[in-house]
């Protein structure tokens, strides 16, 4: 056989080695703390508190649906954290990094709004900055290093997907931009902001409307990076970002359907859709097997030629 006529695709069957299990693992531990005090212990006194103050309808019910998609998404974080380990090599130091990444921003959040709004003793009324920045930290510790990576070379878009990424990059640039800028300064955390809630609640919320914006803009940002990211990780990341932007469509589509929306308009889940469906199709596609082999190659081997007997 024609050796130099196959085409071997690259090994993904090989998993990470993590650094630092027992960092991975404290991770897990501290992630699911995290989603268990957001969605059963700090909801209804949160959401109780905003309820009973005096802002108006849409942003009551925008903010109430919004702490329900981020306990959905706070719970992605110790399930990610426990797929890694049986994910191939390429995809394990950047799925860790944005799950620091994400954590990480939480944590800065939180801190600031609590000093913002209580100097130093605002860090108290907000203590679960701590916890996301211990998780963004511990991801960091189980990190392989970059040697462990197997060297994967990013996949050039075909022109049809190229349309597709430049397709989901606008529309996920124009959310990100009104999420940030129109809707922070005009919108539902404006209206928060100059009601009479009570403050930890007050900031709480209004911290978690600022990390919306950095999820909104991480989806753009995840689509670019991809082109210059190893295929796997590319995948990896920008369906995990297409999870988290489904898991506020969910939230926002289940608030209108159970009767807990009724001045929410359906532009947002339809809007939100849009740019979940582009963001998952933009994610790199699984390579196929492309082995090439010679017309010798494809043909039966012939039988050796009986050796010349000679005849009595």
């Given at each position: ?36 005090l957001h969605t059963f212990v700090q909801a ?148 928060l902001l100059t009601s009479d809630t009570l ?25 670019v990076w991809s082109l210059r990211a190893p ?82």
């Amino acid at each position: 056989m024609n050796n130099s006529a196959t085409t071997m695709a690259p090994d993904m069957s090989v998993t990470a080695t993590i650094a630092r299990p027992w960092a991975l693992w404290t991770a897990v531990a501290v992630a699911t703390i995290t989603a268990v005090l957001h969605t059963f212990v700090q909801a209804t006194p949160t959401i109780g508190a905003l309820m009973a103050g005096n802002a108006p309808a849409e942003a009551q019910q925008g903010l109430r649906m919004m702490w329900h998609g981020m306990s959905a998404i706070a719970w992605t974080y110790p399930v990610v954290l426990l797929l890694l380990p049986r994910k191939p090599a390429p995809v394990t130091r950047p799925a860790l990094g944005y799950i620091a990444l994400l954590n990480g921003t939480q944590a800065l959040l939180y801190a600031a709004a609590g000093v913002w709004a209580d100097g130093a003793s605002g860090l108290r009324s907000l203590p679960q900055w701590t916890l996301h920045a211990a998780v963004a930290g511990l991801a960091l510790l189980a990190r392989p290093s970059r040697s462990a990576e197997e060297p994967q070379p990013p996949v050039r878009p075909r022109p049809g997907r190229r349309v597709l990424l430049w397709v989901t990059t606008i529309v996920g640039a124009l959310n990100a931009i009104l999420h940030t800028a129109l809707a922070t300064f005009q919108g539902w955390p404006a209206a928060l902001l100059t009601s009479d809630t009570l403050s930890a609640p007050k900031q709480a919320l209004y911290a978690m409307w600022l990390f919306s914006c950095v999820l909104f803009i991480s989806v753009p940002a995840a689509v670019v990076w991809s082109l210059r990211a190893p295929a796997a990780a590319g995948r990896f990341v920008v369906r995990y970002v297409a999870v988290l932007a489904a898991a506020l469509m969910v939230s926002w589509a289940c608030a209108m359907a159970f009767g807990l929306g009724h001045d929410l308009t359906p532009a947002g889940p339809l809007s939100l859709g849009l740019l979940v469906a582009l963001t998952a199709l933009s994610a790199p596609p699984r390579p196929r097997p492309n082995v090439r082999t010679s017309s010798d190659d494809s043909a039966p081997p012939t039988p050796p030629e009986p050796a010349n007997v000679p005849q009595r």
